[in-house]
């Protein structure tokens, strides 16, 4: 299957098709990826943790929403390796921007996960 086959779908099979390719997408990740294996490890430590700590929906809210945005920043970083190693394994100085802005955007996801836990629980 592939996404050329969503080309014509619409309504549930769009749906259905869409799902399929996401459950595809994240097994791939979790296969090749050490990287988002031990941020969802992070994630599923820390979920139940915003729960417990947080003191209201928003904080609760908050402290889950940053982990998941880790692991949606993850899966994107990870796309973007996937596509520029694709085009070679030659050194580009493109494809080194490329990979960098997306490990850049990982590493901020992750201070963003410690400044809003910080703010919520001490703050």
């Known amino acids: 299957m592939s996404a050329m086959t969503m080309k014509g779908a619409k309504g549930f099979k769009r749906l259905w098709l869409a799902t399929i390719y996401s459950m595809r997408g994240l097994k791939w990740v979790f296969a090749h990826e050490s990287a988002f294996r ?72 992750l201070a963003t996960v410690v400044v809003v836990w910080g703010l919520v629980l001490f703050g």
């Open 38 to 109: 031990q941020e969802l490890c992070l994630a599923a430590f820390l979920a139940p943790l915003g729960l417990w700590l947080g003191r209201t929906g928003l904080e609760r809210a908050l402290l889950l929403g940053v982990l998941l945005l880790v692991l949606i920043v993850e899966l994107l970083n990870s796309g973007i390796e996937a596509a520029v190693d694709r085009f070679g394994g030659e050194i580009h100085e493109l494809s080194g921007r490329a990979k960098d802005a997306g490990s850049a955007a990982v590493f901020i996801s």
